[in-house]
C-alpha cells in the first residue's frame, strides 16, 4: 500500500494538484482524509542524546545572532542591471544587494536582510554630525539634529519598500537565471518608526508655490530626487527606526524619507536635505534614470507608484524539489495603491486559477504573504501567482506588459512570473 | 480705565492665540543663509541655483583629461564606467534599443551640471571647483556636437543649450 495517496482523494482548487486554500482548517480534515497510512513502527536505536542535551553552553551574546547553521541566509544578488558595463563592477560602492526571498518566510524582513541599492557606497555616519536642511521655498528654514528629530511624536508603519528598478531582469530577451532573489530581491518590508515630515514642513512654513521638494542624501553622490508636495504633506515619514531599532547603514542610517506606495528611488536615504520648490530639479535620477522609454521613444518621468505584483519564493529556482508529494506554495504580493485582496495560484501555466489564502498585517502599503496547498504529481508544472489589489487592478502578463510599455521601459517590472518545475525537481524560470 | 482694561483683555487674547499657533514641537534651529550656502547644490532648469563662474571645451578637456578619462575613456565613448556620448537616433527607433547617454538622452544640461556637481569625480565628489564644473560639462557637450569649443558656458549660457532628447518626455499616468 502507498505511504502517501492524498491525491486521489482530494478535490482540487484548480488543475495539476491545487489544493483549496482553506484545506487545513476545515474541521474534520486530517490525517486520515489526507490518505496517510501510517506505516508499522521499524525496530530503531533510541533517539539520539545529542552533545547540547547533556552539557550547558556558553555566554548569552549581547546581541543575538541567527544560528551559525543559517550562515547561507545572507543578502546577494548583486552585480548591477543588464546591460550594464561590466567595468562598473570595478566600483564596489555602485551596486545593489538583494533580499534573500526564497529563504524567509511571513512579512517581515529581517533589517540586516532588507535590499539596497547604493550609489557610493554606504556612509559611515556620525548620528552626532548628522543634519537634516529643511529650506527652499519657506518661511522659516530649519536644521534638524538627530537628537532633535527624536524628541518629536513618532508613528510606526508596515511598509513594502521596493526599488523602481526591481524585476527589470523580466524585460529581458531570454528568462534570467539569475532565480527570485536575483530577478526579484529589491522588494523588503519592514515597520517603520519616524516623524511626519509634513510636522516638520509646517514648523518651517511653507509657501504656496512650493508644489515640488528636493530630497537629498548625506552619501558621496547626494543621491537627489524631487517628490511632489502632495505626497510629503500626506504620509510622507522621516524614519529613524526600523523594525524598532535605529534605520540600518544600508538604508539610511540615521534617517531617511519613506514615500509609502511610491518607487523605492524617490525615498531618499542619509536624508540630509529637504527644499522646497516650485517644480522638480529634473535631477539625473529622474531624466536618465527611473524614466520608461515607450516603442514612440517618448519616456515617462516621474512613475511615482508600485503597481500591484506577487511572486512565488516557495518554490523558487534556489530550491530543488524533494520528489512528488505535498508542498506549500507560499509568496508575497504588495501594491504600491495600498494592498492586496486577492492572489490567485496557477500549477498549470495559467490555464486555471485557484484562490490562495493571504496573510500578513492587511494595512494599507504592508507586504502579504499567500500560501495554497499543492500536491505535486511529479509532472511538468509551471507555477505563477496574480495579485489584485484594493484599486481593482490585476497584475499583468509579461506579454499584456510588452504590448503596452514595450522592451525597452527597464523599471516597474510587476509582470506575472512563471517558474516551471521538472519531473528532476528543478525549478527554472521560463516565459509562459 | 475701562477702555485700557478692555485692550488688556484683547492683549491677553491675542497672546494666548500666539501662544495656540507656538504649540508643538519646534526643535529645528533657524538656518542662516550662510549655513545654508554650502550644502545647496541643485540647479534648476531654467539655471536657478547656477554658481558664478564660466568655462568653455577647450578648457575642459584639460580638466577631463584629469578627473574622468579613467572612467569614462577618451572622448567619453569607451571606458569603465557609463558612455558619455553616442546613441544619438537610438531613441524610439523600431526594434532598436535605445543607447541612453547624456548626448542621447537626458533633457537638460543643467542636469548634467548639478550631477557633477554633487556626485563627480567618484572618487572625490565635490572638489571641482565652479570653472572646472563649467568647464568640463562645456567639454562633453563639445564630445555630443551641442556646443562649439571656444563657446563661453555659465549661468546664463547653459539652460540655452537645447538637448536633442528635450521633448522626449511626458509625465508619467496609472496605465503607462
Known amino acids: 500500500m502507498s505511504e502517501y495517496t492524498a491525491s486521489e482523494h482530494l478535490e482540487c482548487a484548480a488543475g495539476n494538484g491545487l489544493l483549496d486554500r482553506r484545506f487545513f482548517l476545515r474541521s474534520g480534515v486530517g490525517i486520515a482524509t489526507l490518505g496517510y497510512v501510517l506505516r508499522e513502527p521499524a525496530k530503531a536505536d533510541p533517539l539520539p542524546l545529542e552533545p547540547w542535551m547533556t552539557a550547558p553552553n556558553g555566554p548569552l551574546p549581547a546581541y543575538d545572532r541567527p544560528s551559525r547553521f543559517e550562515a547561507k541566509v545572507v543578502r546577494g544578488g548583486s552585480g548591477g542591471p543588464p546591460g550594464l558595463n561590466p567595468g ?43 543634519q537634516l536642511l529643511l529650506h527652499g521655498l519657506v518661511k522659516r528654514p530649519l536644521v534638524f539634529s538627530v537628537e532633535a528629530l527624536s524628541r518629536y511624536p513618532m508613528e510606526s508603519h508596515i511598509y513594502v519598500h521596493e526599488c523602481g528598478g526591481n524585476s527589470e531582469l523580466m524585460y529581458e530577451e531570454e528568462p534570467s537565471k539569475a532565480g527570485v532573489m536575483g530577478i526579484h530581491g529589491q522588494v523588503s518590508c519592514s515597520e517603520w518608526t519616524g516623524v511626519r515630515l509634513a510636522m516638520l514642513m509646517e514648523e518651517a512654513g511653507v509657501d504656496p508655490k512650493a508644489k515640488w521638494i528636493l530630497a537629498e542624501g548625506a552619501d558621496a553622490s547626494a543621491m537627489t530626487r524631487s517628490v511632489p508636495m502632495e505626497k510629503i504633506m500626506k504620509d510622507a515619514l522621516v524614519a529613524l527606526y526600523q523594525n524598532g531599532e535605529r534605520v540600518m547603514p544600508s538604508n539610511g542610517y540615521p534617517m531617511r524619507l519613506l514615500l509609502p506606495g511610491f518607487e523605492g528611488n524617490m525615498q531618499v536615504k542619509w536624508l540630509r536635505r529637504i527644499k522646497a520648490l516650485a517644480g522638480p530639479t529634473e ?111 490585476v497584475q499583468p502578463t509579461r506579454a499584456a506588459l510588452f504590448a503596452k510599455r514595450g522592451p525597452w521601459s527597464n523599471y516597474h517590472a510587476n509582470m506575472i512570473t512563471s517558474w516551471s518545475i521538472a519531473s528532476t525537481g528543478d525549478v527554472t524560470h521560463v516565459y509562459a | 480705565m475701562r477702555s485700557r482694561l478692555i485692550s488688556l483683555a484683547l492683549m491677553l487674547t491675542l497672546t494666548a492665540t500666539v501662544a495656540l499657533a507656538d504649540q508643538g514641537p519646534h526643535f529645528g534651529r533657524p538656518a542662516t543663509p550662510d549655513e545654508i550656502s554650502s550644502w545647496d547644490i541643485d540647479v534648476s532648469p531654467d539655471g536657478t541655483g547656477l554658481p558664478p563662474g564660466s568655462g568653455t571645451a577647450r578648457l575642459g578637456e584639460t580638466v577631463y583629461a584629469q578627473k574622468c578619462l579613467a572612467c569614462h575613456g577618451a572622448n567619453g565613448e569607451h571606458g569603465p564606467s557609463t558612455p558619455l556620448v553616442g546613441g544619438r537616433g537610438t531613441i524610439g527607433v523600431p526594434g532598436v534599443r535605445p543607447v541612453k547617454t547624456f548626448g542621447s538622452f537626458w533633457p537638460y544640461a543643467t542636469s548634467f551640471f548639478a550631477y557633477v556637481r554633487r556626485a563627480m569625480p567618484y572618487d572625490k565628489p565635490k572638489s571641482l571647483t565652479n570653472d572646472e564644473l563649467y568647464a568640463v560639462t562645456a567639454y562633453v557637450l563639445r564630445l555630443n556636437g551641442l556646443v562649439g569649443a571656444d563657446d563661453v558656458i555659465n549661468a546664463l549660457t547653459l539652460p540655452k543649450v537645447r538637448m536633442p532628447n528635450r521633448d522626449g518626455f511626458r509625465p508619467w499616468a496609472r496605465g503607462d
Do not use: C
Not at chain 1, 95 to 116: D, Y
Open chain 1, 283 to 393: 535631477s539625473r535620477d529622474e531624466t536618465s534614470k527611473y524614466t520608461m522609454t515607450h516603442p514612440d521613444g517618448m519616456s515617462t518621468q516621474f512613475n511615482l507608484y508600485m503597481e500591484a505584483k506577487s511572486v512565488i519564493t516557495q518554490p523558487a529556482p534556489e530550491l530543488k524539489m524533494r520528489g512528488p508529494g505535498f508542498y506549500e506554495i507560499s509568496g508575497l504580493a504588495w501594491s504600491g495603491y495600498g494592498k492586496v485582496v486577492k492572489v490567485e495560484v496557477s500549477a498549470d501555466g495559467g490555464k486555471s486559477w485557484a484562490p490562495a489564502r493571504l496573510e500578513g498585517p492587511g494595512s494599507m502599503f504592508a507586504m502579504t504573504r499567500f500560501r495554497i496547498p499543492w500536491q505535486w504529481n511529479g509532472g511538468p508544472a509551471i507555477l505563477q501567482s496574480r495579485a489584485t489589489d484594493n484599486t481593482g487592478y
Open chain 1, 88 to 130: 562598473l563592477r570595478q566600483f564596489p560602492g555602485v551596486t545593489n544587494i538583494k533580499t534573500p526571498l526564497h529563504l524567509l518566510t511571513g512579512t517581515i524582513t529581517p533589517g540586516g536582510l532588507h535590499h539596497a541599492r547604493l550609489h557610493s557606497g554606504v556612509p559611515d555616519i556620525d548620528p552626532d554630525k548628522h
